[in-house]
């Protein structure tokens, strides 16, 4: 399964925000939406990645006061991004060995989207549902006259 099968189930909405923009507006955004993460755009480049983590560790850093931050100030400015003919298990592992719950999917310099680990999970889990209840028919359909998992005869 690849990066581009769970773009086309999630959709093509996507979220940016401009890294001048007040950290404030985002968070609204984020909020408002009911997103863990905005891309941060800047003529009409990636420039950076916002989400709640960097959010907190600016709040953190800033005592709670974020009326003047902005957020170029906490976003992640070297975010890790994958490609859409990027594989699912190559994907699992630059997230886990990265701590990224969100990834930038792109096609050279084109934002195509964003997938969560939640997306990830849940694309595993339906794979995993189809494999299992493929296997179930298959038992089901089992030949009369041979045992099941005897395997062939000689």
């Not at 690849?2 to 999630?10: H, N």
């Not at 950290?23 to 989400?51: F, H, N, P, Y």
């Not at 709040?59 to 859409?84: F, N, W, Y």
């Not at 995993?128 to 041979?146: C, H, S, T």
């Amino acid at each position: 399964m690849k990066v581009s099968d769970i773009l086309r189930v999630k959709g093509n909405t996507l979220y940016t925000v401009a890294p001048d923009e007040p950290l404030s507006r985002a968070i609204e955004i984020m909020a408002d939406k009911d997103i863990g993460s905005l891309v941060v755009m800047e003529q009409g480049s990636l420039v950076g990645m916002l989400t709640f983590r960097e959010v907190i560790l600016c709040t953190v850093r800033h005592a709670g006061v974020l009326s003047d931050i902005k957020v170029r100030e906490a976003m992640d400015q070297q975010p890790r991004t994958c490609g859409t003919q990027t594989e699912l298990d190559e994907v699992r592992h630059l997230m886990l060995e990265s701590h990224a719950r969100y990834l930038p999917v792109m096609d050279a310099r084109t934002l195509m989207g964003v997938i969560s680990f939640y997306d990830v999970a849940r694309a595993i889990v339906e794979s995993q549902n189809f494999e299992n209840q493929m296997l179930k028919a298959y038992i089901r359909d089992w030949p009369v006259g041979e045992e099941q998992g005897a395997g062939p005869r000689l």
